[in-house]
């Protein structure tokens, strides 16, 4: 009897052992939001833009279990798509740019689990023909 007390002592040791190190060492994942860029020269001091949606606003929403363990993350590029479709408008084969973007993340913490969030926020424009000389 004594002895099946020592192993089964041993057993709860050995798992409250495992369960501190799984809650020790969660997962964790960083990275940039940032999306893919290309760099122009571009000029915003004429007349060849017109402003489609100025302070257009796209989030995407993660989900956390415990704060530490992610079932979704937020994608840069999930708020982008709902930045553009904010607009109201169709934008296909236009050209568009982004001016004054910005990205934030954030999260809600509450105690069973946590939301990530990540939210861009830029002025949509479109480029026009360049005003003719005279």
């Known amino acids: 009897m004594k002895h099946?007390?020592?192993?089964?002592?041993?057993?709860?040791?050995v798992a409250a052992s495992a369960m501190l190190l799984c809650l020790a060492t969660g997962c964790s994942s960083?990275?940039?939001f940032n999306g893919q860029t290309t760099g122009t020269d571009v000029s915003l001091n004429q007349?060849?833009?017109?402003?489609?949606?100025?302070?257009?606003?796209?989030?995407?929403?993660g989900f956390r279990l415990l704060g530490?363990?992610?079932?979704a993350n937020p994608t840069y590029a999930t708020a982008k798509a709902h930045?553009?479709?904010?607009?109201?408008?169709?934008?296909?084969?236009?050209a568009?740019?982004?001016?004054?973007q910005t990205e934030d993340r954030s999260s809600i913490y509450l105690i069973?689990?946590?939301v990530p969030k990540v939210t861009?926020?830029?002025?949509?424009?479109?480029?026009?023909?360049q005003p003719k000389a005279e």
């Open 4 to 13: 099946l007390a020592s192993i089964s002592q041993r057993t709860a040791l």
């Open 47 to 61: 007349k060849n833009y017109r402003v489609i949606k100025p302070g257009a606003i796209g989030k995407s929403y």
């Open 30 to 32: 960083t990275g940039s």
């Open 96 to 100: 568009i740019a982004l001016a004054n």
């Open 68 to 71: 530490i363990i992610p079932f």
């Open 83 to 94: 930045l553009y479709k904010s607009t109201g408008e169709p934008l296909t084969g236009r």
């Open 112 to 114: 069973l689990f946590s």
């Open 120 to 129: 861009v926020t830029a002025d949509v424009i479109e480029f026009t023909d």
